[in-house]
């Protein structure tokens, strides 16, 4: 598998969080002998970089498997918006997206979803 690494933090947030998730996803890739191409970080809302992801997938062709991130939050607390993106990237690109935290977005047991 190859993977691209995504890492995100808030614009005031501390930068040292950003080495913080790289390293998990770069240690994430080694322990499950996952190909790590690059990761993408950016300070702020979601939008330079994730552009640059869909771009990287776009002419990549297929050659590029993953989304690494560190939590599954950190591209975005709204879940049908996630789950938009996930569906895109299975079908478009035949890449997934997972967390090294191991979260998923799942349904409760009153049929909403959540991120776990």
């Known amino acids: 598998m190859v993977a691209v690494g995504y890492a995100r933090i808030e614009r005031y947030g501390d930068l040292r969080e950003l080495d913080w998730q790289a390293e998990r996803i770069y240690d994430y890739c080694q322990e499950n002998g996952i ?3 690059v990761v ?3 300070q702020g809302e979601r939008s330079i970089s994730w552009r640059l992801l ?3 997938f776009c ?3 297929g050659r590029i498997n ?3 991130v560190a939590d599954m939050d950190i591209l975005s607390r709204d879940v049908g918006w996630l789950l938009l993106k996930q569906a895109e990237f299975e079908t478009k690109y035949g890449a997934e997206i997972v967390s090294v935290k191991g979260s ?3 349904i409760d047991r009153d049929g909403g979803m959540i991120m776990g």
């Open 35 to 37: 190909e790590l191409k």
């Open 66 to 68: 993953v989304v690494v």
């Open 104 to 106: 998923q977005l799942s």
């Open 40 to 42: 993408l970080s950016e």
């Open 54 to 56: 869909e771009g990287i």
């Open 59 to 61: 002419q990549q062709h």
